[in-house]
C-alpha cells in the first residue's frame, strides 16, 4: 500500500523576503532527505499589506512605519537578507526606489495555478520578479509575464482577476489561516497538525521533515 504523501501548507507572501528564504531552505532540506516524492506542497495566500494601495510606498519608509526600524537596521536586515539569499542560490536586489506593493491579484493567479501543478514555479517566478528584478507584481502586464513565463495560460488566468468568486475564495482563504491563529509568515503546516514559524535553518526542517514523515 502506498503511503499517503505528507502535505505541507506554506502560508507566505509574494513580497514576503523571508519567506523566499524559508522555502528554499525547506527545498534544500527535501531535497537532502532525497524526499521529493513523498512531499506535496501547497501555497497559501497570506498580505503582509492587505491595504497597501495601488500605487504601492517607498520600502523604507514603509519598513520604517511598520516596525520603527532605523535606517541602520534596515541596512542590517537587508545585508542580512541578501546574504542569505546568496547561499540559497537567490539575489536579492535591493534598490534606492524600491516600492512594496499590494498582491492581492498575484495570490488569485497563484489559486488558479494550483489547477495545473505550476503553483510553486509561478510562485518562485513572481517573488524573483520582485526581488531580483525590481518588478511591480501588482501590475497586471508583470503577471502576464510572469504567466507566460511558466507555461500558463495568461489570457485565461487573467480573466479570474476579475471574477468577484475567485477573489472571495483568496479572502476566504486568508482569513481561515487567520483563524487559525497564522499572524506572521512564513508559516510552514505539515498535515495540518504541526506548524513551524520563520526561516528556520535547514537542519532544523530536516528534523521536522524526518519526524513527520515517520508518522504521516
Same mark, same amino acid.
Given at each position: 500500500m502506498m503511503k499517503e504523501k505528507l502535505k505541507i501548507d506554506i502560508i507566505s507572501?509574494?513580497?514576503?523576503?523571508?519567506?523566499?528564504?524559508? #522555502?528554499?531552505?525547506? *527545498?534544500?532540506?527535501? /531535497?537532502?532527505?532525497g524526499v521529493q516524492d513523498k512531499i506535496e506542497i501547497e501555497?497559501?495566500? =497570506?498580505?503582509?499589506?492587505?491595504?497597501?494601495?495601488?500605487?504601492?510606498?517607498?520600502?523604507?519608509?514603509?519598513?520604517?512605519?511598520? #516596525?520603527?526600524?532605523? *535606517?541602520?537596521?534596515? /541596512?542590517?536586515?537587508?545585508?542580512?537578507?541578501?546574504?542569505?539569499?546568496?547561499?540559497?542560490? =537567490?539575489?536579492f536586489d535591493y534598490f534606492e526606489e524600491m516600492r512594496i506593493v499590494n498582491t492581492f491579484e498575484a495570490h488569485v493567479l497563484l489559486e488558479y495555478a494550483k489547477k495545473f501543478g505550476k503553483q510553486t514555479e509561478l510562485k518562485m517566478r513572481l517573488t524573483t520578479a520582485y526581488f531580483s528584478e525590481g518588478k511591480n507584481v501588482s501590475k497586471r502586464e508583470v503577471l502576464k509575464e510572469a504567466l507566460l513565463e511558466v507555461g500558463l495560460d495568461a489570457v485565461e488566468a487573467l480573466k479570474q482577476l476579475d471574477i468577484e468568486e475567485?477573489?472571495?475564495?483568496?479572502?476566504?482563504?486568508?482569513?481561515?489561516?487567520?483563524?487559525?491563529?497564522?499572524?506572521?509568515v512564513p508559516t510552514v503546516v505539515f498535515n495540518r497538525r504541526s506548524a513551524v514559524t520563520g526561516a528556520q535553518p535547514i537542519s532544523v526542517f530536516k528534523q521536522v521533515l524526518q519526524e513527520q514523515l515517520k508518522n504521516s
Open positions: 507572501d509574494v513580497v514576503c523576503p523571508w519567506c523566499t528564504v524559508g #522555502y528554499k531552505r525547506l *527545498e534544500k532540506a527535501i /531535497e537532502e532527505l501555497w497559501q495566500p =497570506f498580505e503582509l499589506n492587505p491595504n497597501m494601495p495601488i500605487e504601492g510606498q517607498d520600502l523604507n519608509e514603509h519598513l520604517a512605519e511598520k #516596525y520603527g526600524s532605523s *535606517e541602520e537596521q534596515l /541596512e542590517a536586515s537587508k545585508n542580512m537578507l541578501v546574504e542569505a539569499g546568496e547561499d540559497l542560490g =537567490f539575489t475567485k477573489r472571495k475564495e483568496v479572502s476566504d482563504s486568508q482569513n481561515y489561516w487567520k483563524s487559525l491563529g497564522v499572524n506572521s
